[in-house]
């Protein structure tokens, strides 16, 4: 007959952990759609012929500049193009009101990081989805997991507590832009990212 002792640990470290990497995660985030659907799809297809850089610009010191405001959109959306509900909607509610559209972004990253995509676009020729994903060709906006703890996104950490078996894309911690830096030879001083 097995010692009793030792299978009260071992049930004891698998709940631990079940607890630690199944239900702690889904209490630790909370979802939040976004305030309006948007497709990627539909504005990267052959039909329209957008690219990212179309919407989401650099600034003259490589800054992102941020999601597009409405003077970006209103000239293609002064009518409905399509029969969605959510079109309809964003031109009566956002366009005819020039109202801004007030995004939850999922790549903000904390106040003391700054981050440039110049060097990373511009000289590196990195494609957007090497870090955001395949986002762009989404035809649905997912909903945004907030960190109830640092009201960050969960894009931050990546999907899994255990960071196991995850795309390269799926996290923006610092170990894995110092990772990046290291597979490609890339060396800096701290104050180049934090300010």
């Not at 012929?49 to 003259?60: F, K, P, V």
């Not at 909903?143 to 923006?172: C, F, H, K, V």
């Amino acid at each position: 007959m097995p010692n009793r002792g030792w299978m009260t640990f071992v049930v004891g470290l698998g709940s631990a952990l079940a607890l630690g990497w199944v239900a702690f995660p889904r209490l630790q985030y909370r979802t939040i759609e976004q305030p309006l659907q948007f497709s990627h799809k539909v504005h990267t297809s052959e039909a329209v012929g957008m690219t990212c850089e179309d919407c989401h610009s650099l600034g003259d010191d490589g800054r992102f500049t941020g999601l597009p405001s409405m003077a970006t959109c209103e000239p293609c959306h002064t009518e409905p193009q399509g029969q969605t509900a959510e079109e309809k909607r964003f031109v009566d509610e956002y366009v005819a009101k020039g109202r801004e559209i007030e995004w939850l972004v999922y790549a903000r990253q904390p106040e003391n990081v700054y981050f440039s995509h110049a060097p990373h676009v511009g000289l590196a020729g990195i494609a957007c989805a090497r870090c955001h994903g395949p986002h762009g060709g989404t035809d649905r906006l997912r909903p945004y997991q907030e960190n109830r703890l640092s009201s960050y996104s969960r894009d931050i950490w990546g999907p899994s507590p255990t960071r196991l078996r995850r795309a390269e894309w799926q996290g923006m911690k610092m170990t894995d832009c110092s990772s990046c830096h290291d597979a490609h030879g890339v060396r800096q001083s701290c104050l180049t990212c934090h300010k």
